[in-house]
C-alpha cells in the first residue's frame, strides 16, 4: 500500500511541525519523524489499527507530547493509476 496525504492534511502535517517548532528547536523535526514512521507502518500493515468508521481506519502518531491522527482509506488499485 502506498499512503498519499490529501493536500490539506499535508499542509496540517507542516504546520503542526512549525508549530511544534516554535515551541521547541528540534520538536518539530522529531513530529516529522513519528509521521513518517506511522507511515511506514500503515503501508507495510495497512489493515492494523481501529476502524474509525466505514472502511477509514486511525492510526496516532506515536509521540505521547506530539498528538497527531491518521485516518486512512483504502482505495483500490483498479480506481488508481
Excluded: N, W
Excluded at 16 to 41: H, I, K, M, P, W
Aim: with cysteine.
Amino acid at each position: 500500500m502506498k499512503v498519499i496525504f490529501h493536500p490539506e492534511a499535508s499542509e496540517e502535517k507542516l504546520e503542526s511541525a512549525r508549530f511544534y517548532e516554535a515551541r521547541s528547536q528540534g520538536l518539530g523535526s522529531d513530529f516529522l519523524a513519528a509521521v513518517e514512521e506511522t507511515t511506514r507502518r500503515i503501508e507495510q500493515f495497512p489493515e492494523a489499527g481501529p476502524v474509525d468508521r466505514a472502511s477509514i481506519r486511525k492510526r496516532i502518531v506515536p509521540a505521547s507530547h506530539l498528538p497527531f491522527y491518521m485516518k486512512c482509506i483504502r482505495i483500490e488499485s483498479s480506481l488508481r493509476r
